[in-house]
T-cell receptor
Framework: GDSVTQMEGPVTLSEEAFLTINCTYT??????LFWYVQYPGEGLQLLLK?????DKGSNKGFEATYRKETTSFHLEKGSVQVSDSAVYFC???????????FGKGTTLSVSS | EAGVAQSPRYKIIEKRQSVAFWCNPI?????LYWYQQILGQGPKLLIQ????????DSQLPKDRFSAERLKGVDSTLKIQPAKLEDSAVYLC???????????FGPGTRLTVL
């Protein structure tokens, strides 16, 4: 079945460092891909999404590009802030209106 | 716009007891999901409703878990009897019918002792 694999954490960075969190997926069709973020004590929030190959999702300085050839959707940010400390989840949906399949999550800790 | 509401936020019970969680989705969202998030893992779908009908409950442990959405709005998830391995965060999410963006509530953290 469909699945999502993301890099193990925790990821510990200094403020203004470059961030990459790797995410790869397995799916039979053409899924939509998502990054969700979970700040301490809060629910999951959609960070960005891409619905077809070569689409780039972006929000709050974060970017991810849907790469069908490598089945990847890596999350990047050029300069992280302490406020970016959270757990990041990569997810896919194989068609609109169906449940999301999540990776295990990657904890990011940014220090000043 | 009000978000997805869930209650309670925290619950501690002993094994073999029963527990119920409540979710009120965003107004107008026909699709409602319940996910289970065990510590250190990503959320996993338990059940999906479209209005008041079940779309997918293939991963719901039906011997102990039940869920309903009687009027197509709010929903209740019940566990009876609870086991130690049910300790998790239970997340409710909703979406417009046919859209893939889901909005999540804050979750209910269940601890089974």
């Amino acid at each position: 079945g469909d699945s999502v694999t993301q890099m193990e954490g925790p990821v510990t960075l200094s403020e203004e460092a470059f961030l990459t969190i790797n995410c790869t997926y397995t799916a039979t069709g053409y899924p939509s891909l998502f990054w969700y973020v979970q700040y301490p004590g809060e629910g999951l929030q959609l960070l960005l999404k891409a619905t077809k190959a070569d689409d780039k999702g972006s929000n709050k300085g974060f970017e991810a590009t849907y790469r069908k050839e490598t089945t990847s959707f890596h999350l990047e940010k050029g300069s992280v802030q302490v406020s970016d400390s959270a757990v990041y989840f990569c997810a896919l949906s194989d068609q609109a209106g169906t449940a999301l399949i999540f990776g295990k999550g990657t904890t990011l800790s940014v220090s000043s | 716009e009000a978000g997805v509401a869930q209650s309670p936020r925290y619950k501690i019970i002993e094994k073999r007891q029963s527990v119920a969680f409540w979710c009120n989705p965003i107004s107008g969202h026909a699709t409602l999901y319940w996910y289970q998030q065990i510590l250190g893992q990503g959320p996993k779908l338990l059940i999906q409703f479209q209005n008041n009908g079940v779309v997918d409950d293939s991963q719901l442990p039906k011997d102990r878990f039940s869920a309903e959405r009687l009027k197509g709005v709010d929903s209740t998830l019940k566990i009876q009897p609870a086991k130690l391995e049910d300790s998790a965060v239970y997340l409710c999410a909703s979406s417009f019918r046919g859209y893939n963006e889901q909005f999540f509530g804050p979750g209910t953290r269940l601890t089974v002792l």
